[in-house]
T-cell receptor, first 115, second 112 residues
Framework: DTGVSQNPRHKITKRGQNVTFRCDPISEHNRLYWYRQTLGQGPEFLTY????????KSRLLSDRFSAERPKGSFSTLEIQRTEQGDSAMYLC?????????????FGEGSWLTVV | DQQVKQNSPSLSVQEGRISILNCDYTNSMFDYFLWYKKYPAEGPTFLISISSIKDKNEDGRFTVFLNKSAKHLSLHIVPSQPGDSAVYFC???????????FGSGTKLNVKP
């Protein structure tokens, strides 16, 4: 399978705990995006990496959210001190960044439920 | 700020007929547009895209039309099949592709 891979697929956590999601993009894709989606809404942009550089970050992203892409390959999204409002599907997407490769391809998503 | 809007939350079409899904945007700097299909509990699946230099792009049963003056795009599915029943999202980006803006989706139901 050469698609975008996300782990874990489901996570249930207690309010106040920290959670971390991992994303492995399509091989050699240098652009990586994180989105969040709640029921009845479209994907909401969180952050964007080009290689290891975080070039764009949503103003809506609170300080409890942090993302890294240390070697320009996989990425992690950490949510500290989770709140019930963080319950959502967290989506990762990647693109090649080549002139003909601007389409972003999504992974299966990671469901977060905060209880 | 909702820069991409899908004003129809749902659409029901008979199998074999045409499905037309609409999308409006407000940012005239958008340069690249895409449509995705999403099943419950799965990530969005890319369907078709169009750049602002074109007004039409076709791929099999799927055709996307772009009207830049009206800031409107549409997705035509012909003929519609029951397997097309899903939520469809349109998305747009400016030339730097740092961020893609998504609409809120239209749920398509194709009746056998």
């Amino acid at each position: 399978d050469t698609g975008v891979s996300q782990n874990p697929r489901h996570k249930i956590t207690k309010r106040g705990q920290n959670v971390t999601f991992r994303c492995d993009p399509i091989s050699e894709h240098n652009r990586l995006y994180w989105y969040r989606q709640t029921l009845g809404q479209g994907p909401e942009f969180l952050t964007y990496f080009q290689n290891e550089a975080q070039l764009e970050k949503s103003r809506l992203l609170s300080d409890r959210f942090s993302a890294e892409r240390p070697k320009g390959s996989f990425s992690t999204l950490e949510i500290q001190r989770t709140e019930q409002g963080d319950s959502a599907m967290y989506l990762c997407a990647s693109s090649s960044g080549l002139p003909s490769g601007n389409t972003i391809y999504f992974g299966e998503g990671s469901w977060l439920t905060v209880v | 700020d909702q820069q991409v809007k899908q004003n129809s939350p749902s659409l029901s079409v008979q199998e074999g007929r045409i499905s037309i899904l609409n999308c409006d945007y407000t940012n005239s700097m958008f340069d690249y547009f895409l449509w995705y299909k999403k099943y419950p509990a799965e990530g969005p699946t890319f369907l078709i895209s169009i750049s602002s230099i074109k007004d039409k792009n076709e791929d099999g049963r799927f055709t996307v039309f772009l009207n830049k003056s009206a800031k409107h795009l549409s997705l035509h599915i012909v003929p519609s099949q029951p397997g097309d029943s899903a939520v469809y999202f349109c998305a747009a980006s400016t030339y730097n592709f740092n961020k893609f803006y998504f609409g809120s989706g239209t749920k398509l139901n194709v009746k056998p």
